[in-house]
T-cell receptor, first 113, second 113 residues
Framework: DQQVKQNSPSLSVQEGRISILNCDYT??????FLWYKKYPAEGPTFLIS?????DKNEDGRFTVFLNKSAKHLSLHIVPSQPGDSAVYFC????????????FGGGTRLMVKP | ETGVTQTPRHLVMGMTNKKSLKCEQH?????MYWYKQSAKKPLELMFV???????ENNSVPSRFSPECPNSSHLFLHLHTLQPEDSALYLC????????????FGSGTQLSVL
């Protein structure tokens, strides 16, 4: 039973346009959410996070939105660049659970020049 | 050297072999983790160590045996593995407190023949 789901295995976007990656979760105890990016042959690298007390967090071209009532979060990348092509993982944790992250299955983003 | 370093990067072993994966973190963190990424599956947490003490064993078979001699080093000892254990094994570290991001190594790609 997957507690964190990324229903789109892949997404293709034109350079300069917005990329929107979605993530749904079922565990209402989750209160911290993260996005990681993974290039081939490398480990995941942290991208951006959001606490459940917020509904938006922005860092440069990357913005994460959290809708707690819908148990849904999304990552917006604008403008998208070819270097953003990677697999993006959504992850969630419970504050008092020692940073044990539960990951989604990932979405492969391809940004076309 | 900085970050989280894993060796070897690639490993091929037979089902009767014994091998070990090594992880070292240079970030001053006090928690270390083993994650497994199988094809077409989300990253799965295997073990968590907090200040060298194992705090989580996520129902991992005994053919995987972790060892954490200090806060900077983590091993995963492998013996009598099965072909279905072929996967990418990722080590991560963090501070052991709520809402902290994990830093991952590049992983060991394991193939069991």
């Amino acid at each position: 039973d997957q507690q964190v789901k990324q229903n789109s295995p892949s997404l293709s976007v034109q350079e300069g346009r917005i990329s929107i990656l979605n993530c749904d979760y079922t565990n209402s105890m989750f209160d911290y959410f993260l996005w990681y990016k993974k290039y081939p042959a490398e480990g995941p690298t942290f991208l951006i996070s959001i606490s459940s007390i917020k509904d938006k967090n922005e860092d440069g071209r990357f913005t994460v939105f959290l809708n707690k009532s819908a148990k849904h979060l999304s990552l917006h990348i604008v403008p998208s660049q070819p270097g953003d092509s990677a697999v993006y993982f959504c992850a969630a944790s419970v504050n008092n659970a020692g940073n044990m992250l539960t990951f989604g299955g990932g979405t492969r983003l391809m940004v076309k020049p | 050297e900085t970050g989280v370093t894993q060796t070897p990067r690639h490993l091929v072993m037979g089902m009767t072999n014994k091998k070990s994966l090594k992880c070292e973190q240079h970030l001053g963190h006090n928690a270390m983790y083993w994650y497994k990424q199988s094809a077409k599956k989300p990253l799965e947490l295997m073990f968590v160590y907090n200040f060298k003490e194992q705090t989580e064993n996520n129902s991992v078979p005994s053919r995987f045996s972790p060892e954490c001699p200090n806060s900077s080093h983590l091993f995963l000892h492998l013996h009598t593995l099965q072909p279905e254990d072929s996967a990418l094994y990722l080590c991560a570290s963090s501070q052991y407190r709520g809402n902290e991001k994990l830093f991952f190594g590049s992983g060991t790609q394991l193939s069991v023949l």
